[in-house]
């Protein structure tokens, strides 16, 4: 099966520094890349994804890079807030079959 | 509204009690999931369904048992309920093309 790998655990950022959660995985054939935002209590919801045949996307603040090659994907958030504060999870799968996430980063933005 | 309905959201029971976590999605979705979360920690496949009649066990060996009557509904049963089983559960559904979707999760407490 799909082994995916999260970094860092948990991220300290100073409000309005820019904040870098990177994910790699292990099966080429991995064709769809979603992120997850976590509030406190709350259920994951969809921020960011990205498909096989993209480089990059970006919504504002928020963009995810891919490396096919390398096999790992990014989050980057710019200009942070403290409601970014969160967990965010990566996640990976093949045709929309099983959903594989990371472990999570507890993101923590200082004001 | 087109949503992933979970209930109970919070259930407090004794140990030995049989449970019954109900699911039920009205977004057209043919493929649904169980997961287990501690509070933050990382998401934990139990169960899947890509259709009716149609159940696998997920990555996390699991005590609970699952059932896929009908396409929207996908109940989690626990028959003899223990401590450990403490935990939060997310059911979760997906079709073709698009990202796996949540429900607001069950808060489930064996005392």
């Known amino acids: 099966g799909e082994n995916v790998e999260q970094h860092p655990s948990t991220l300290s950022v100073q409000e309005g520094d820019s904040a870098v959660i990177k994910c790699t995985y292990s099966?080429?054939?991995?064709?769809?890349f979603p992120w997850y935002k976590q509030e406190l209590g709350k259920r994951p919801q969809l921020i960011i994804d990205?498909?096989?045949?993209?480089g990059e996307k970006k919504d504002q603040r928020i963009a995810v890079t891919l490396n096919k090659t390398a096999k790992h994907f990014s989050l980057h958030i710019t200009e942070t807030q403290p409601e970014d504060s969160a967990v965010y999870f990566c996640?990976?799968?093949?045709?929309?079959?099983?959903?594989?996430f990371g472990s999570g980063t507890k993101l923590n933005v200082k004001p | 509204e087109a949503d992933i309905y979970q209930t109970p959201r919070y259930l407090v029971i004794g140990t030995g009690k049989k449970i019954t976590l109900e699911c039920s999605q009205t977004?057209?979705?043919?493929?649904m999931y169980w997961y287990q979360q501690d509070p933050g920690m990382e998401l934990h496949l139990i169960h899947y369904?890509?259709?009716?009649?149609?159940?696998e066990k997920g990555d996390l060996s699991s005590e609970s048992t699952v059932s896929r009557i009908r396409t929207e509904h996908f109940p989690l049963t626990l028959e003899s309920a223990r401590p450990s089983h403490t935990s939060q559960y997310l059911c979760?559904?997906?079709?073709?093309?698009?990202?796996?979707?949540f429900g607001e999760g069950s808060w489930l407490t064996v005392v």
């Open positions: 990205i498909r096989s045949n993209v």
């Open positions: 369904s890509y259709g009716v009649n149609s159940t």
């Open positions: 099966d080429s054939a991995s064709n769809y």
């Open positions: 979760a559904s997906t079709l073709l093309g698009n990202t796996i979707y």
């Open positions: 977004m057209g979705h043919d493929k």
């Open positions: 996640a990976v799968t093949y045709n929309f079959n099983k959903f594989y």
